[in-house]
Nanobody
Framework: VQLQASGGGLVQAGGSLRLSCAFS????????MGWFRQAPGKEREFVAA???????YYADSVKGRFTISRDNRKNTVDLQMNSLKPEDTAVFYC???????????????????WGQGTQVTVSS
């Protein structure tokens, strides 16, 4: 499995960005996909996830502002981020749970494939 994240950038507070993660190598639709972020000096934290059936899950800090979606024909998972805040500044990573593990996990250690990360910077 290979993951390629894109779409990061610099945006003012209140603005929007859309991240995309391209998946290749296996059957995409069976994988639970997640987005995590890591700010300088902080642990990598869960942001959102979507399972093979389209069920979505969010961290409380982004609920109502971020939307995760997937396209099983294009093998992509997107993260639409609205009403961005300076505290959203981080490197964002997409990741998969192991094949066959379709249960949600909030722990980065339980995801076994990671993209390279894309920087999101929100200015105040």
């Amino acid at each position: 499995v290979q993951l390629q994240a894109s779409g990061g950038g610099l945006v003012q507070a209140g603005g929007s960005l859309r991240l995309s993660c391209a998946f290749s190598g296996r059957t995409f639709s069976v994988y639970l996909m997640g987005w995590f972020r890591q700010a300088p000096g902080k642990e990598r934290e869960f942001v959102a996830a979507i399972d093979g059936g389209g069920g979505s899950y969010y961290a409380d800090s982004v609920k109502g502002r971020f939307t995760i979606s997937r396209d099983n024909r294009k093998n992509t998972v997107d993260l639409q981020m609205n009403s961005l805040k300076p505290e959203d500044t981080a490197v964002f990573y997409c990741a998969t749970r192991p094949r066959g593990y379709n249960r949600l996990s909030y722990y980065a250690s339980e995801y076994d494939n990671w993209g390279q990360g894309t920087q999101v910077t929100v200015s105040s």
